[in-house]
């Protein structure tokens, strides 16, 4: 095993580098990987230009990335499940106590969870890299390491989609055609929405959510929110049952709210600005129900099923790969908004996907 842990470290804001660090070693429950695939994030981008993202702040060197998927090299003491060998899909958040959120099902909520690439909490954005082993699971012959990584946008979605109640005949409007806009629509579709419509400003990005399914595409231009809530409920022939909302623009927040039905569900997965401006009063007068949702939990079994199935297609959706050496060109391709998701691969040895 290689001595050096080349990885991707944050300082502070604008201070990235590409360093080496010792190869750590496993504690009783962990396991030891050898990283593969991990997908770049805009949380990463943004620690790395602002150093923060809300309350979490850099406060030391944190390794980035939290989208990753590797091989078993080494199991602790007490790892039973798992073995050397074994290709893995990391769950980045894992409990540190068994608390009331645990013990409901909800452990996202638990205000101790350990977190990659989360301040103070390292990432895998790293040749090898620690987790536990309860959080890492199995990956099916037929799911590559990609699609692996691409689990935990994968499981936004299914989270925003099982909050928002998405079913058999339900019409859905998603507001973004970015990375987690386009996941929820892979899984919407799969969940059994009848018809999706789908915005944003980006041209080719809504031409790669009607490529993997939508079946309306909005491109924002200098529409009113109640004007955009007009054509989404023109194509769709009636106000959609379910919106989810994937930008954090106020604006776009306002869209949502308007062109939910009466009785209908918007969920907020879209993180902008601390305080926004919404119409709350017609919201409330028609009982459209406002959810937010934060990261996800319990979602992987699911997602490996759907993958293993091939009900879903995540690979469309990498158009960029790098090798680890080349973060710093990644990050630079990612913060300039170049294509939908990029895959940086961690092992020099295995470039594949």
């Given at each position: 095993?290689?001595?050096?842990?080349?990885?991707?470290?944050?300082?502070?804001?604008?201070d990235?580098?590409?360093?080496?660090?010792s190869?750590?070693e496993?504690?009783?429950?962990?396991?030891?990987?050898?990283?593969?695939?991990?997908?770049?994030?805009?949380?990463?981008?943004?620690?790395?230009t602002h150093?923060?993202?809300?309350?979490?702040?850099?406060?030391?060197?944190?390794?980035?990335?939290?989208?990753?998927?590797?091989?078993?090299?080494?199991?602790?003491?007490?790892?039973?499940?798992l073995?050397?060998?074994?290709?893995?899909?990391?769950e980045?958040?894992a409990p540190?106590?068994?608390?009331?959120?645990?013990?409901?099902?909800?452990?996202?909520?638990?205000?101790?969870i350990?977190f990659?690439?989360?301040?103070?909490?390292?990432?895998?954005?790293?040749?090898?890299?620690?987790?536990?082993?309860?959080?890492?699971?199995k990956?099916?012959?037929?799911?590559?390491?990609?699609?692996?990584?691409?689990?935990?946008?994968?499981?936004?979605?299914?989270?925003?989609?099982r909050?928002?109640?998405?079913?058999?005949?339900?019409?859905?409007?998603?507001?973004?055609?970015?990375p987690?806009?386009?996941?929820?629509?892979l899984?919407?579709?799969?969940?059994?929405?009848?018809?999706?419509?789908?915005s944003?400003?980006?041209?080719?990005r809504?031409?790669k959510?009607?490529?993997?399914?939508a079946?309306?595409a909005?491109?924002?231009?200098?529409?009113?929110?109640?004007?955009?809530?007009?054509?989404?409920?023109?194509?769709?022939?009636?106000m959609?049952?379910?919106?989810?909302?994937?930008?954090?623009?106020?604006?776009?927040?306002?869209?949502?709210?308007?062109?939910?039905?009466?009785?209908?569900?918007?969920?907020?997965?879209?993180?902008?600005?601390?305080?926004?401006?919404?119409?709350?009063?017609?919201?409330?007068?028609?009982e459209?129900?406002?959810?937010g949702?934060?990261?996800?939990?319990?979602?992987?079994?699911?997602?490996i099923?759907?993958?293993?199935?091939?009900?879903?297609?995540?690979?469309?959706l990498?158009t960029?790969?790098f090798?680890?050496?080349?973060?710093?060109?990644?990050?630079?391709?990612?913060?300039?908004?170049?294509?939908?998701?990029i895959m940086?691969?961690c092992?020099?040895?295995?470039?594949?996907?």
């Open positions: 095993m290689a001595s050096e842990n080349l990885s991707v470290v944050v300082h502070k804001a604008g990235l580098r590409l360093e080496n660090r190869v750590p496993p504690g009783p429950n962990e396991v030891l990987l050898k990283m593969h695939s991990v997908g770049i994030c805009g949380s990463d981008v943004h620690y790395w150093g923060r993202i809300g309350d979490f702040v850099v406060k030391k060197p944190m390794v980035l990335g939290h989208e990753a998927s590797g091989t078993v090299v080494k199991v602790g003491s007490s790892v039973t499940k073995k050397k060998g074994d290709r893995v899909a990391i980045p958040g540190r106590e068994i608390d009331e959120f645990c013990k409901t099902g909800r452990y996202n909520l638990s205000p101790t350990f990659c690439a989360t301040p103070p909490d390292d990432g895998n954005l790293c040749r090898y890299y620690t987790h536990d082993a309860n959080f890492c699971y990956l099916p012959d037929n799911v590559s390491f990609e699609e692996g990584a691409l689990i935990e946008p994968l499981s936004v979605g299914i989270h925003a989609c909050r928002a109640g998405v079913t058999l005949g339900s019409k859905v409007f998603i507001c973004g055609a970015g987690i806009g386009l996941v929820t629509l899984i919407a579709k799969v969940m059994g929405a009848a018809q999706v419509v789908i944003d400003l980006s041209a080719p809504l031409e959510a009607k490529e993997i399914g079946d309306f909005i491109q924002i231009k200098s529409e009113s929110p109640k004007e955009v809530a007009s054509m989404v409920g023109n194509m769709l022939g009636c959609p049952d379910v919106t989810i909302e994937c930008t954090g623009v106020q604006s776009s927040i306002q869209a949502g709210i308007y062109a939910t039905r009466s009785g209908g569900t918007l969920v907020l997965v879209g993180l902008g600005p601390e305080m926004v401006t919404v119409p709350l009063v017609d919201a409330a007068v028609r459209v129900d406002i959810r949702i934060f990261r996800y939990c319990n979602t992987w079994p699911l997602a099923a759907m993958l293993a199935s091939k009900k879903v297609n995540v690979q469309p990498v960029h790969r090798p680890l050496e080349k973060a710093m060109e990644a990050f630079e391709t990612t913060k300039k908004g170049v294509g939908i998701k940086l691969k092992d020099p040895d295995d470039q594949n996907p």
